[in-house]
């Protein structure tokens, strides 16, 4: 469906013309979002290669637990926020949406720490440099995701 042209007396004050019903429909099957649990799923599957590489060029259990729990550190807390956005679909307004998004942001920060904390506690002789690896790694999957998203079908007219 091809975009159409923009008349100057159609658009706003703000210099945008709002789109009907039909035309946001169109563009959201044009341009499908990406989903949460994609990314929670590549996130995972990155560091448990991670972690196999770590257990395999040291050659030391320790350094693949370090590097799968700080692979974890970035899954767990990610799957929980996925949830998190995914109950907020349901919220009454866009205003509630917003503050529940801030709100799982930050249980996702929180937890994220905590298990940081954690982390000397629960591994013995814990390797940061491969739980910085794990972690580091993880969470760039996020910036990949995006990058290898399907480009826009149709160009949005600028006229």
Request: proline share 7%; glycine share 6%; hydrophobic share 55%.
């Amino acid at each position: 469906m091809p975009v159409p042209e923009v008349d100057a007396d159609e658009l706003d004050e703000s210099g945008f013309k709002p789109l009907s019903a039909e035309q946001a429909q169109a563009l959201l099957q044009r341009n499908p979002p990406l989903s949460p649990w994609r990314v929670v799923v590549w996130q995972a599957a990155v560091g448990l290669l991670v972690a196999l590489l770590a257990w395999g060029l040291t050659q030391n259990r320790v350094a693949g637990v370090s590097a799968a729990y700080g692979a974890m550190a970035v899954v767990l807390p990610a799957a929980l926020f996925a949830r998190g956005l995914l109950r907020q679909r349901r919220a009454p307004n866009a205003g509630a949406a917003l503050s529940g998004f801030f709100v799982w942001e930050m249980v996702k920060i929180a937890v994220t720490v905590a298990m940081l904390v954690l982390a000397p506690r629960l591994i013995s002789n814990l390797n940061w440099l491969a739980l910085l690896a794990g972690f580091v790694v993880t969470m760039k999957v996020y910036w990949v995701a995006m990058w290898l998203r399907p480009a826009r079908r149709d160009p949005i007219n600028k006229n």
